[in-house]
């Protein structure tokens, strides 16, 4: 096998669509999520429909909401665990940013971070259950638009970072394959004019 081969095995795992399909399912979630929430007027007539760990949501914390800017101003972010939370995310990104050429690595990471995102739900409900816990007020609402605003969209921040890496990396391996090929194909003519110009001498 030559060398450059190895390179490019990261390339061929990432272009497998089975690696991206829990990051599209993840990111679709989300997406309609937001969609739910922040849809067209007919969509926003109609109330959303709120499970049972969800009713005791505060009312002046949803009446304060026009617009998800207004709600990203309304989400306490100085509570500690938000704080917390914050951290969490912020040394995730260090981590990705820092594991450079460890792709096995970044593969872990990748997939563990799907993993929480798809959690998410479920997190939610439990976090509406227990929030007297660790928060305040609970903010945890049945379409989950808090949890996947500071907990699953950073999620996939970086993971989109991860795949933004792995583009890089195989845009690299790709252009030093094709110099290697280039490489190869030029040793192995001036090899043959070598030869057909010993054959004439002879």
């Given at each position: 096998?030559?060398?450059?081969?190895?390179?490019?095995?990261?390339?061929?795992?990432?272009?497998?669509?089975?690696?991206?399909?829990?990051?599209?399912?993840?990111?679709?979630?989300?997406?309609?999520?937001?969609?739910?929430?922040?849809?067209?007027?007919?969509?926003?007539?109609?109330?959303?429909?709120?499970?049972?760990?969800?009713?005791?949501?505060?009312?002046?914390?949803?009446?304060?909401?026009?617009?998800?800017?207004?709600?990203?101003?309304?989400?306490?972010?100085?509570?500690?665990?938000?704080?917390?939370?914050?951290?969490?995310?912020?040394?995730?990104?260090?981590?990705?940013?820092?594991?450079?050429?460890?792709?096995?690595?970044?593969?872990?990471?990748?997939?563990?971070?799907?993993?929480?995102?798809?959690?998410?739900?479920?997190?939610?409900?439990?976090?509406?259950?227990?929030?007297?816990?660790?928060?305040?007020?609970?903010?945890?609402?049945?379409?989950?638009?808090?949890?996947?605003?500071?907990?699953?969209?950073?999620?996939?921040?970086?993971?989109?970072?991860?795949?933004?890496?792995?583009?890089?990396?195989?845009?690299?391996?790709?252009?030093?394959?094709?110099?290697?090929?280039?490489?190869?194909?030029?040793?192995?003519?001036?090899?043959?004019?070598?030869?057909d110009e010993s054959k004439k001498k002879k």
């Amino acid at each position: 096998m030559k060398k450059y081969d190895t390179e490019s095995v990261h390339t061929i795992m990432f272009s497998s669509p089975l690696n991206l399909n829990l990051f599209m399912s993840a990111f679709q979630e989300i997406h309609e999520r937001l969609a739910r929430q922040y849809g067209n007027d007919e969509e926003r007539k109609v109330p959303p429909r709120r499970s049972q760990h969800s009713s005791g949501m505060p009312n002046h914390f949803t009446r304060q909401v026009d617009n998800y800017w207004d709600f990203i101003k309304a989400i306490p972010w100085f509570e500690p665990w938000l704080v917390a939370l914050m951290v969490f995310h912020l040394l995730c990104f260090v981590v990705v940013v820092a594991s450079g050429k460890h792709y096995n690595t970044q593969y872990v990471i990748f997939f563990s971070l799907l993993v929480l995102v798809y959690l998410s739900e479920k997190l939610n409900e439990y976090s509406a259950e227990n929030w007297k816990l660790f928060a305040k007020e609970n903010y945890f609402d049945s379409n989950g638009l808090f949890t996947s605003t500071v907990f699953s969209a950073p999620i996939l921040f970086n993971c989109i970072c991860l795949i933004i890496l792995w583009l890089r990396a195989a845009a690299d391996a790709m252009i030093e394959i094709k110099k290697r090929q280039i490489i190869d194909e030029y040793e192995r003519e001036r090899k043959a004019k070598g030869e057909d110009e010993s054959k004439k001498k002879k």
